[in-house]
Structure formats: structure tokens, C-alpha cells
């Protein structure tokens, strides 16, 4: 990726990204790890089972709007016991999981993210992350170097606010300092990174990684990229001077 342009001027001061799915992915994956730490206390289930499980329980949840971070670890031990169900110390194999997707190993970057990030910040632009998470991600971002020097960090439990909310998103503009449209946005997911940003005026790109590049009729109103150095001059400048 080149963001060379000096006779261009920046269409946008700040590149926000989501974080897992966009920037961060588990690996090994959520469901293998509980597989992985359940069964050191006692879970006999399958892989595929806890899978299973898993994507009938996140297909099923309801999430309010606001949150905070004492909500957001009573989520998650909640998820944790649907999908492993009874085992022997149930807190401390909670406890282990829960700081297991703390830890940086446990989250690979995703490709061109290091290069893509370093690549705006030389070029004098913001970038942020703006993530439905809990505190949980400055210790995983702080791990690792292509990651650690966003300093912009609009996490849901910090600030009480989750996608698709509009003052989630309201956040964003505050601490970048700059109008709406000046802000792009990037993310996996298209209601609450993409729809949800557009709501609030800002500019954004579908993140479909592997995908052909192709738009279908959910992204009617979004552009996509299946790879984040596909962050080229034409999306931070405009043309001429």
C-alpha cells in the first residue's frame, strides 16, 4: 500500500477500524479454545458440539445498547456456561477463559493490517479503533507492535455505548476532533460497522475478507474490500490540490 500523494489534499483526518473480524481474529478460534480449557476441568464435549453451541447461543443473544464492563463479564460468563455447560470449578474455568482472550498470543493480526495502519499514520492520518468489546482489548492491541500505538480507542464497556448505536459512534467523531464525513470507517460486520456509521455521517467500507470483491444487495450502500491494503490514495485524498 502507498498513500504517497503530495498533490492531493486528505479527503479523510481519521481511518477508524473494528477490531475482531477486522483487525483481530482468535486463534485458535473462540470454540477451541473452549474445547481446549473446558475439557482441563472436566467438559467431555465434542468440538463440533461446542460449536454448535456456540453459534446457536451468539445467534441467539440479545444485546442492549448500553453496556458497561461489569455487564459485559456477566455476558460472558453466561456464554461460557451455556456452551460448556457443568464442569468441575465452574469460576476458575470461567476465569481462564476469560483472560485467555486478554492475552495478545491469543489474537493474530490480521494481513497487511501492520503495514496498512503505519502506512496512515505516516501520511498524517487518525487511526482509531472503534469496537463492541471491554477492556480486555488495550492489553491485547498494547501486545502487539502494528497495533499498540492506536491511541484512539472507542470500546463499548468504557464508553456505555454499542453499535449501532449513534452515540457509540458519536464518541468516534468526539475524539478524533473532526466533522463526520472526515472519518472513515472499516469493518467485517455491514449493520453496525458500515449501515450504522453511515447513520452518523461518516464514510464506509464493508471489510469481506476472501471475498471476490463483488457487491451484493445487502451492501447496496457499501463499498467493499477484501483486503485491507486495498486502502489506496483514491479512498484518503482528494484529487489535485
Not at 477490531?19 to 470454540?31: D, E, F, K, N, Q
Not at 474445547?35 to 441467539?60: A, M, N, P, T, W
Not at 485467555?100 to 496498512?116: C, L, M, R
Not at 484512539?152 to 455505548?161: A, F, K, L, P, Q
Amino acid at each position: 500500500m502507498s498513500v504517497d500523494n503530495p498533490s492531493g489534499k486528505l479527503k479523510y483526518q481519521c481511518v477508524a477500524f473494528d477490531a475482531v473480524g477486522t483487525l483481530i481474529h482468535a486463534t485458535p478460534s473462540v470454540p477451541k479454545a473452549y474445547h481446549s480449557i473446558g475439557h482441563r476441568y472436566g467438559c467431555r464435549l465434542e468440538l463440533g458440539e461446542i460449536q454448535r453451541r456456540f453459534q446457536d447461543v451468539f445467534s441467539k443473544r440479545q444485546l442492549s445498547e448500553t453496556t458497561s464492563e461489569e455487564e459485559e463479564f456477566q455476558y460472558w460468563r453466561r456464554i461460557v456456561g451455556e456452551v460448556i455447560g457443568e464442569v468441575e470449578q465452574a469460576d476458575a474455568c470461567f476465569e481462564e477463559l476469560y483472560n485467555h482472550f486478554a492475552k495478545p498470543e491469543s489474537w493474530s493480526v490480521s494481513p497487511h493490517a501492520d503495514e496498512t495502519i503505519q502506512q496512515l499514520q505516516l501520511a498524517g492520518v487518525q487511526v482509531a479503533v472503534a469496537s463492541n468489546f471491554d477492556v480486555r482489548l488495550h492489553s491485547v492491541f498494547d501486545g502487539h507492535p502494528g497495533l499498540k500505538d492506536i491511541s484512539i480507542r472507542i470500546i463499548s464497556s468504557e464508553i456505555g455505548w454499542r453499535k449501532p448505536n449513534l452515540k457509540f459512534y458519536e464518541s468516534l467523531i468526539s475524539r478524533a476532533n473532526c466533522l463526520p464525513s472526515q472519518i472513515l470507517m472499516i469493518g467485517d460486520d455491514l449493520q453496525n460497522d458500515v449501515l450504522a456509521a453511515q447513520d452518523a455521517g461518516l464514510a464506509a467500507l464493508h471489510y469481506v475478507p476472501g471475498n471476490v470483491g463483488h457487491q451484493n444487495e445487502t451492501d447496496e450502500y457499501a463499498t467493499q474490500i477484501r483486503s485491507l491494503d486495498q486502502l489506496r490514495p483514491q479512498f484518503l485524498y482528494y484529487l489535485g490540490k
